[in-house]
């Protein structure tokens, strides 16, 4: 059996990830694919409680250091139960936020040294690394505008200031310049089908589809 593949989803807040992983999912089913739709912080029992420490509360509920071992708590959680056993049986992993949402907000725009997050990223990552990653960007306004029209309870990480969000948008922004062979940059700021034909094309162009 060969390994499967394994997709990211990354990008800032309301940028349209979660519209956009569904979709995908469903096109990658029809195409005759056993996928696995999953996302972070979350992803198995354990790793989802501690989504909910993560995403609830005030703003500076957490440091920086904390909150990245926190993310890298649950994703070793999610990837010991969900996302190996997926992969080694065949199965592709489309997953909503990886690893490059830690480089982003605990690390670009929350100050968390590079190199602690390298070193995690090397010891509990080992070789689970994306095939393939969707880097969603989008002017931070519109991507806010979006998100508070949805509001919920996880509502931690939108309600730091502006200055957070344009550090997240440029974080991003550097991951898919300095990796383009694993990163596609996608412009999320068109409507939902424009973006969707943007998803498929990156992945059928990189990825080999069924079918
Ligand atoms: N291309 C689009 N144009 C306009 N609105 C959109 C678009 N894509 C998604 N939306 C809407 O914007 C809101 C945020 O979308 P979504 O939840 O998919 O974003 P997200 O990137 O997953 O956000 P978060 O990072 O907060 O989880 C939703 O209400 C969704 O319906
Ligand atoms: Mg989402």
Redesign the pocket.
């Known amino acids: 059996m060969t390994r499967g593949r394994f997709i990211t ?1 990354e ?11 569904l979709r995908l999912v469903a096109r990658l089913e029809s195409a005759g694919h056993e996928v696995v739709k999953t996302r972070e912080p979350g992803g198995s029992p354990g790793a989802e409680s501690i989504r909910d420490l993560v995403l609830r509360g005030a703003a500076d509920r957490w440091s920086p250091v904390t909150e990245t071992l926190l993310m890298y708590a649950a994703r070793r959680d999610h990837i010991e139960r969900v996302i190996r056993p997926a992969l080694s049986r065949g199965a592709w992993v489309v997953c ?2 990886f690893a490059d949402s830690t480089r982003a907000y605990q690390g670009a725009a929350g100050g968390t040294a590079p190199g602690l997050i390298a070193a995690l990223e090397t010891f509990v990552l080992e070789d689970i690394k994306p095939d393939l990653t969707l880097v ?1 960007d989008l002017p931070v306004d ?2 806010l505008a ?2 508070h ?2 509001a919920g309870a ?1 509502m931690r ?2 309600s730091k200031g502006a200055a957070f969000h344009e550090r997240l948008r440029e974080g991003f922004r550097a991951i898919a310049e300095a990796e383009p062979e694993r990163c596609a940059l996608i412009d ?8 969707e034909g943007e998803v498929w094309r990156a992945v059928s162009d990189r990825l080999t589809i069924h079918g």
């Open positions: 989803f990008g800032g807040e309301g940028a349209g990830k979660s519209t956009q992983v909503d936020r969603f519109i991507g979006r998100a029209a949805r996880e990480f939108e999320a700021s068109g409507g939902m089908d424009e973006v």
